[in-house]
């Protein structure tokens, strides 16, 4: 490593709770943040998706947010604090002298090719303790739960079970891109979860059933068993299928795994026909994933009013019509589907669908109808599931009345900070703030879960969210949706406890933080005008707000 110690700025151009993103050497980028007296340097970039977190936001408790997708780091030390961040960024020496700010780096780590610091992981459990953890499931939770187990020194084995074939991956790439190579997807591979993480990931398992009182998890029908000292229950969601006829012929595809967007990738060719049944999320993102390969038609069938209302509203529902319908896709709403007709060429192939007793034809069809917890195994292992079949934890994520057990991710009713009312939330920052939260929990330093949630979705242009606003009352708009350009506040009995925007940023991330705070605006400023942007939780004079949450 080659240091280098360089004037960056002068000391008058960065005023405290502010942030600013300069040259290093030319060609590298640092970011310098000041909170109070003190100057820190990081790397400049999310190491996400690379978005210039000088653009994000910054919270006098040392924090600053990805303006994209919720990432958090810590600017002192360059640590991960929230997902879906997979790697920490780099931290500097920052000075000042004779009026000027003064940063000694690497100039290699100030490049963008090289925004990832390894993590500082204080056990790597290659020697081994005697000690187990055992998770069941192949997902976000699952990778960040090793992550936060190894930076917060557990030093037992980690033996992964997961169904899929591949390390953990980017899941949400899937419907938004419809990468078909798993290896472009992975955050580890599997070498390195074994040699720096001392993780055995067992892939292509299906596990049967759990053994609480010997503490044992039987897999592959009863044929190999493995004992456990702490057990994860992170299995996801199962894709629904509509109980109607013709549901399970060969073209009508479910959407979740490489697998699936394999499928779908190749169905989806110049000329085809594709109906999407679900006017929401996976399938809308999927109809964007297609969009430009000059299909012959695109039918999106919906139970609402408009697509995506129910989340988002009818307003922002509307004008993300009017984008789809713009280019091309056709819908069909407060419809139901009646069925699926099989080929007559081919019984085992779709050729069209019925729905309010119009005849869609269809070359294939992708069901995007939600997910249900992949809990069907633990019926028979004297587990308590609830009606939709997801699992109650406490504070900590821990199964109640379960003895080391935690349930994280899509499966887990968790209670809620503010209310401690109980929800199941499936969002991928969820889930992997969950594993963040378990593995630290496991490694001796207990962490109730306090997260506020935050999803993106790419739809024309990038959609952002956070909070909980599914019993939304009311909403705000600024801007216009018809655009593409807004926020949306969303109300629940007379308070704000949820934000989307479009084309905004850091707008969501700022929200996300004055959640998290405490500190959001009433509906009535937010109508007259008030600026999330313009709250001070960055300076000295708001430190005793922000720490004192």
């Not at 962490?447 to 506020?452: E, R």
């Amino acid at each position: 490593m080659s240091l280098k110690t360089i004037a960056v700025c002068n000391e008058s151009e960065l005023q405290d709770g502010q942030m600013k993103q300069v040259d290093f050497e030319g060609v590298g980028k640092v970011v310098l943040y000041r909170l109070n007296n003190t100057i820190h340097a990081t790397s400049a970039f999310c190491t996400h998706y690379g978005a210039p977190l000088a653009k994000g936001v910054l919270t006098a408790d040392g924090r600053v947010v990805c303006p994209w997708h919720g990432a958090c780091f810590n600017v002192c030390t360059g640590d991960i604090e929230d997902a879906p961040a997979p790697a920490a960024i780099h931290s500097f020496k920052a000075v000042v002298a004779d009026g000027k700010i003064i940063v000694t780096a690497d100039p290699s780590l100030t490049l963008k090719s090289n925004m990832s610091r390894s993590p500082k992981l204080l056990s790597t459990g290659v020697a081994g303790s005697g000690r187990s953890v055992v998770i069941i499931g192949g997902g976000s939770a699952t990778f960040h739960a090793i992550e936060s187990l190894r930076e917060h020194g557990y030093s037992g084995n980690i033996t992964v079970l997961s169904q899929e074939t591949h390390p953990p991956i980017d899941r949400t790439k899937l419907s938004k891109a419809l990468i078909t190579d798993s290896s472009k997807l992975e955050w580890r591979t599997a070498a390195d979860l074994k040699i720096k993480y001392g993780t055995t990931l067992r892939t292509g398992v299906t596990v049967t059933s759990v053994d609480t009182s010997s503490k044992f998890v039987v897999f592959d029908g009863g044929k190999e068993s493995i004992s456990y000292e702490t057990l994860i229950l992170a299995m996801g969601g199962t894709p629904r299928r509509l109980p109607i006829p013709g549901s399970d012929l060969e073209n009508v595809y479910t959407f979740r795994s490489i697998e699936d967007s394999k499928r779908v990738d190749a169905a989806a060719q110049e000329g085809k026909r594709m109906v999407v049944i679900g006017s929401s999320f996976i399938g809308m993102e999927l109809v964007v994933a297609v969009a430009k390969r000059e299909l012959a038609s695109i039918d999106v069938i919906g139970m609402e009013e408009h697509p995506f209302q129910n989340v988002l509203g009818k307003e922002v529902g509307q004008g993300l019509q009017k984008y789809h319908e713009s280019q091309g896709v056709k819908f069909h709403l407060g419809a139901q589907v009646e069925k699926i007709i099989p080929s007559e060429s081919d019984p085992s192939l779709a050729a069209s669908v019925v729905v309010n007793g119009q005849t869609l034809p269809a070359d294939f069809i992708v069901m995007g109808v939600g997910v249900v917890p992949a809990t069907e195994f633990l019926k028979q292992s004297g587990f308590q599931l609830e009606k939709d079949g997801g699992i109650k934890v406490d504070e900590y994520l821990a199964v109640q009345g379960k003895e080391n057990i935690y349930a994280v991710g899509d499966i887990a009713w968790y209670p809620q900070q503010k209310t401690g009312e109980s929800r199941r939330i499936e969002h991928w920052n969820v889930a992997g703030n969950h594993g963040r939260a378990v593995g630290k929990t496991i490694a001796g330093d207990r962490q109730p879960f306090a997260k506020v949630p935050v999803f993106w979705s790419a739809q024309g242009q990038q959609l952002r969210y956070c909070g909980l606003g599914a019993d939304y009352d009311d909403v705000i708009i600024h801007g216009n949706p018809g655009e593409m350009k807004f926020i949306a506040y969303y109300v629940h009995r007379s308070e704000v406890v949820a934000v989307s925007s479009m084309q905004n940023d850091p707008v969501v991330s700022k929200a996300s933080e004055l959640l998290r705070l405490g500190l959001m605006p009433s509906p009535a400023e937010l109508r007259a005008g008030k600026s999330l942007l313009s709250i001070d939780i960055s300076t000295t004079s708001a430190k005793s707000r922000v720490e004192s949450v």
